[in-house]
C-alpha cells in the first residue's frame, strides 16, 4: 500500500513537470563583434553638433544602422532634435525654467514670460506660491500685461520670436503683420480702470 502510494505520487510529479527546464529556444548563431549594436553614447558619423546647425536640413537624423533598434538621436527630427542636441551640450533651448515665485508682479516690475507665439498661456497659484487655485491667464503680443483676478499678480509677455510671420498667408489679402488677427477682443474689467491706475 505504501509503494503503491509513492509510486503514484512521483508519477503525478513526473507528469506535471516541464520536459525542458527552459520554455525558449536558443540558436548557435552568434554575431560577429564588428556587426554588434552601438553603444547608446555612441553616435554616428553624420551627426551635427549643436553650434554647426545652421538650416533645417542639419536637423535631420543619420538613421539607425541595419538589423539594430534605433535610439532618440537616430530618429528624432525638427524641433525634438534640436532640443536633444541642446540638452546634450548644457542648452536649453525652450527655457523651461519656472517663472519667478518669489515675488509678487506689480504694473512697475511685472513678471516677464518669454514667448515664440503670438498668445502665451501662463499659470498663477498667487503669491505665495499656492495660495490660490491655478487661475490662466492668456497674454498676445497687442495686450503683453495680464493681472491675476485674485491675488493681483501681475505677468508682462516678452515676444521673441522671429518680426515677421511666416505664416502670414501673404498675397492672400489677409495681411496683419502686427501680431494680432484683427479680431475685436472681449471687453474685460481692465478695459474700465483709469489709465492713472493702470
Not at 513526473?14 to 563583434?33: E, N, Y
Not at 536640413?57 to 544602422?65: N, R, V
Not at 503680443?141 to 509677455?157: A, I, Q, T, Y
Request: charged fraction near 25%.
Amino acid at each position: 500500500m505504501l509503494l503503491r502510494r509513492s509510486a503514484l505520487s512521483l508519477s503525478r510529479r513526473a507528469l506535471t513537470q516541464p520536459l525542458a527546464s527552459r520554455a525558449f529556444t536558443s540558436s548557435l548563431h552568434r554575431r560577429d563583434a564588428k556587426h554588434s549594436d552601438p553603444a547608446p553614447s555612441q553616435t554616428g558619423t553624420k551627426m551635427k553638433a549643436f553650434e554647426e546647425v545652421q538650416t533645417e536640413a542639419d536637423l535631420l537624423p543619420p538613421g539607425a544602422s541595419i538589423g539594430t533598434v534605433p535610439t532618440d538621436m537616430d530618429q528624432a527630427t525638427g524641433l525634438e532634435r534640436l532640443e536633444i542636441l541642446g540638452k546634450m551640450q548644457g542648452v536649453d533651448i525652450f527655457d523651461m525654467r519656472p517663472l519667478d515665485a518669489s515675488r509678487k508682479g506689480t504694473l512697475d516690475n511685472p513678471i516677464i514670460v518669454k514667448s515664440f507665439g503670438d498668445e502665451q498661456y501662463a499659470g498663477c497659484t498667487g503669491y505665495p506660491a499656492d495660495s490660490h487655485v491655478t487661475i490662466w491667464l492668456t497674454m498676445s503680443r497687442d495686450r503683453p500685461l495680464e493681472r491675476c483676478p485674485e491675488c493681483g499678480n501681475c505677468l508682462k509677455m516678452e515676444y521673441v520670436g522671429p518680426q515677421d510671420d511666416p505664416h502670414a498667408h501673404g498675397g492672400h489679402g489677409e495681411e496683419h503683420g502686427d501680431g494680432s488677427h484683427n479680431y475685436v477682443e472681449a471687453k474685460t474689467f481692465a478695459d474700465f480702470v483709469r489709465p492713472e491706475y493702470r
